[in-house]
DNA sequence: CTCCTTGTGATAATTGTTTTCAACAGTAAG
DNA sequence: CTTACTGTTGAAAACAATTATCACAAGGAG
């Protein structure tokens, strides 16, 4: 099965890799919407599940509620904020997450997600305010 | 603040504590209800989010989809089955996953949460039947 | 006992996501 | 150029998980 690049396709690729960032489907959906006003939330939705099921996106499960798409491929782990949801990339070598196999209760390993949670230096300050008054 | 030990409340902890896993709200709502037929589904909500407020008791955000409970509160990861959703605990040293502090763009590292994915032998052997055929 | 707080069950509302479906291209064959 | 086929779209409904609302019951404090 080949993938159709459809103008839809291509606009939300296209403003998922503008943002460099880590979006959820409607903050895609905004962005996208300025171009093409008549496009639809499920557009996006199934968009985004269509380019990470053909690894031109990734889809990143983070705690949370919603889920997030990233156009980095490159493998790497993510630090979030706890106060205002920040998410940003961690380069962590990957040996310095070596898993010990064999206390994988016989399962075959597919993969390992390390996700840090913290305070963005923003909120630090915010926080620091705050307790000033 | 202090903690009143309703019935249900109670209830909810014991056989979270019975079950040695990691439930879902609805699963457990499921084996309460055994015993208390008339308890609704939001008074389990309510108690599990009390109850991992006041560190009773973990919740786990795990891959986007249900939250989990967990009675056990020591430190320690989670693999999980990709086929069944099944999740089993991992005692990873510490160490083995110690964080690059230098590289968190000025967070304050508040907690990390390492989720390895896999098959689980069980799934395994599903699949390996599967192809047979 | 009355006042006050808290917890409860039932249900509605909300949120995020997926599915359904009719209309509509794009392509390939005849 | 028709016909058939395939995949895509937008709109709306369906869905799943969670949270909020609300009337009411239980349990003190005074």
Do not use: W
């Amino acid at each position: 099965m080949q993938l159709r690049m459809t103008n839809q396709r291509e606009m939300i690729l296209r403003e998922l890799k503008k943002s460099k960032g880590h979006l959820t489907a409607d903050e895609l959906y905004e962005r996208v919407k300025k171009f093409m006003p008549r496009i639809s939330l499920a557009t996006v939705y199934r968009n985004l599940e269509i380019l990470s099921d053909v690894n031109m996106i990734r889809k990143l499960e983070i705690s949370g509620r919603q889920k997030r798409f990233d156009s980095e491929l490159e493998d790497h782990d993510h630090i979030y904020c706890v106060e205002c949801h920040r998410i940003e990339n961690l380069e962590i070598s990957k040996n310095q997450v070596e898993l010990p196999v064999e206390d994988a209760h016989g399962y075959t390993i597919t993969g390992r997600r390390l996700e840090v949670t913290g305070v963005c230096p923003r909120c630090q300050k915010k926080i620091a305010k705050t307790k000033k008054q």
